[in-house]
């Protein structure tokens, strides 16, 4: 298992950006990374992921405006870029991860590591 933690949530205007940061106590480079978000009174959705061999899945709400990426310098690092913000993207975003590359789906099922999210809120 391995500890993470969420940051760079905050409060932007719709149209707006937004890059979260997934910190592990371990590298990532073996690991398949998720973001996941939820909105109040939904459920956890996953909305971009990054498998080990670099593939990426995006949900369709997200595909086109936000991007997830490795910093293969840092090692430990992970990112979610987002770019036009809607309100509907207000939610608490959370990063997971698991070892046996099979996080393409985005389930939550199976994920292992949890940080504890970073909220976003987008309104005018």
């Known amino acids: 298992q391995v500890d993470l933690v969420e940051s760079g949530g905050g409060s932007v205007q719709p149209g707006g950006s937004l890059t979260l940061s997934c910190q592990a106590s371990?590298?990532?480079?073996?690991?398949?990374m998720v973001w996941f978000r939820q909105a109040p009174g939904k459920k956890r959705d996953g909305i971009a992921a990054l498998h080990s061999d670099a593939r990426k899945t995006y949900a369709d709400s997200v595909k086109g405006r936000f991007t997830i990426t490795r910093d293969n310098d840092k090692g430990n690092v992970l990112y979610l870029q987002m770019t036009n913000l809607e309100p509907d993207d207000t939610a608490t975003y959370y990063c997971a991860a698991e070892r046996w590359g099979a996080c393409l789906s985005r389930s939550a099922r199976g994920m292992e590591s949890w940080g504890r999210g970073t909220l976003v809120t987008v309104s005018p």
């Open positions: 371990t590298y990532i480079f073996n690991l398949c």
